[in-house]
C-alpha cells in the first residue's frame, strides 16, 4: 500500500513539475511575443509618422523629391516619393525598430504606402484655357518666362496653366514646360500644368462683353501706343501708353486691334482682347485680368512685362512669352474685380477649392517580414 502512495505521489510530483515547465514556457514565450508586437507597434508610430510628413510635403509641392533615413529613438524611419508621372507620385514610408538604421533586414519594420495625385482645382488658373491652342511658345532663359499659381496675396495658392482640351499628357506639359528656362508653378510643384474638361468660361465670356460695351472707362486708344489694328470689329491706332486705372478706380478696357504696352505703361482693371492682339514689353505691369477671347493674342518679351491676377484664353487664341516676362496669380486683384463689377461666372470661378488639388489614393498599410516587399509593391499590404 505504502509503495502504491509513493508511486502517485511521484507521479504527481512529475506532473506538477511538467507543467509548471510548460507554464514557464509559456509565459517566455508570451513574454517573448507581447516585445516583438511592442517593436512592431513602435515601428507603425514611426512609418505613420513619416508617412503623414510625406503627405504633407507633397500636398505642398507634387513634385517634391524625398529620400530620407533618420534615425529616432528607438528605430529609423525611411520615407520615400517617387518622380513624378503623369499626374501621380508615390509615396512609402518604413518604421524600423531597432538602432541598425534603414538597411536592417531583419529588424521589425511596418511600411506605408500610397498615391498622390493632382486634381483639377476647380477651373481656374494664374492661366486659363477654354478652347483649342493656335499656338503656345515659352522660351527664354534665368528666371524667365514664369507662369505661378501661388498666390501673391498668401490666401489661395492654384495652379499655375489649367486646359480644357489637350493631346496626350506628355505633349501638353512640354508645351509649356519643355523648353529652356521656362518655368511654371503652382500648387502642383514645377511643371504645375493640369487638363480640366470641365473649364468653362462661356458664361464669364459673355458678362465680360457686355460689361466692355455698356461700362468701358477708357478707349483702347487712352492704353496702347500706336499701331495699326487688326482686330475682328475694325482698325484703331492712337498714341496711348497709359496708365489707365488705380486702386481707386479700375479700369475697363475693349481692345480689338493692335495693342502695345512698353516702358512704364499699364494699369489696374480688366483688359478684354476681343479678337485683337495684346503686346507687352518693357517694364510694363497690368494688376487685374487680361481676357482673349477668339482670335485673340498676348504677347510679351522684351524686358520684364507682368501680369499680376491671372490671364484667360476662350474660344482659341495664341499665346507667346519670351526672356523673363511673368504672369503672376493674384487672388486680391481678382476679388477686387469680382466685388467691384459683379462679376458673377468669376466668384464663381475663384471662389472653387484650391487646397484640395492633390488627393492620396491607394493608400495600403502592414508589417513587412524579412524578404518580404513594403506594404503596396506585391507583399503584405492591408488596404485601407
Known amino acids: 500500500m505504502g509503495k502504491y502512495i509513493l508511486l502517485i505521489t511521484l507521479s504527481v510530483s512529475a506532473a506538477l513539475s511538467m507543467y509548471a515547465g510548460q507554464f514557464q514556457s509559456a509565459q517566455v514565450d508570451a513574454r517573448s511575443e507581447l516585445a516583438e508586437r511592442q517593436k512592431l507597434i513602435i515601428a507603425r508610430q514611426m512609418a505613420r509618422s513619416a508617412y503623414a510628413s510625406g503627405v504633407s510635403e507633397v500636398k505642398r509641392q507634387l513634385n517634391v523629391s524625398l529620400n530620407q533615413c533618420e534615425q529616432l529613438e528607438g528605430g529609423t524611419f525611411e520615407l520615400t516619393t517617387s518622380p513624378l508621372l503623369g499626374d501621380t507620385v508615390q509615396v512609402r514610408a518604413v518604421g524600423r525598430y531597432g538602432g541598425d538604421g534603414c538597411s536592417c533586414a531583419e529588424c521589425p519594420q511596418y511600411a506605408i504606402s500610397g498615391e498622390a495625385t493632382l486634381e483639377p482645382n476647380g477651373s481656374f488658373s494664374a492661366l486659363t484655357f477654354d478652347g483649342s491652342l493656335a499656338s503656345v511658345n515659352l522660351s527664354g532663359g534665368g528666371k524667365g518666362p514664369v507662369i505661378s499659381g501661388n498666390d501673391a496675396a498668401g490666401k489661395q495658392d492654384r495652379n499655375g496653366v ?189 471662389d472653387s477649392p484650391a487646397g484640395d488639388a492633390v488627393r492620396m489614393t491607394n493608400r495600403s498599410q502592414g508589417a513587412v517580414g524579412p524578404g518580404e516587399a513594403p506594404a503596396g509593391q506585391g507583399r503584405g499590404g492591408a488596404q485601407n
Open 162 to 350: 489649367s486646359l480644357s482640351e489637350s493631346r496626350d499628357r506628355a505633349t501638353m506639359r512640354n508645351e509649356f514646360c519643355g523648353r529652356s528656362g521656362s518655368d511654371v508653378q503652382g500648387i502642383g510643384g514645377d511643371c504645375d500644368v493640369v487638363h480640366d474638361p470641365g473649364i468653362d468660361l462661356k458664361p464669364l465670356d459673355a458678362e465680360l462683353s457686355d460689361l466692355v460695351q455698356n461700362e468701358a472707362t477708357h478707349k483702347e486708344s487712352d492704353l496702347c501706343g500706336g499701331g495699326k489694328g487688326r482686330g475682328r470689329k475694325g482698325k484703331r491706332k492712337g498714341p496711348g501708353g497709359g496708365p489707365v486705372g488705380s486702386s481707386e478706380s479700375l479700369a475697363v478696357v475693349n481692345v480689338e486691334g493692335d495693342c502695345r504696352l512698353s516702358g512704364n505703361s499699364g494699369g489696374m482693371g480688366i483688359i478684354y482682347v476681343d479678337g485683337g492682339a495684346l503686346t507687352m514689353t518693357g517694364n510694363s505691369e497690368w494688376k487685374g485680368m487680361v481676357f482673349v477671347t477668339g482670335e485673340g493674342s498676348f504677347k510679351a518679351s522684351k524686358g520684364t512685362p507682368n501680369i499680376s491676377g491671372s490671364v484667360a484664353f476662350y474660344d482659341g487664341g495664341s499665346l507667346d512669352m519670351r526672356g523673363t516676362a511673368s504672369i503672376q496669380y493674384n487672388s486680391d486683384q481678382m476679388r477686387r474685380l469680382r466685388e467691384e463689377f459683379g462679376i458673377g461666372a468669376l466668384k464663381e470661378l475663384i
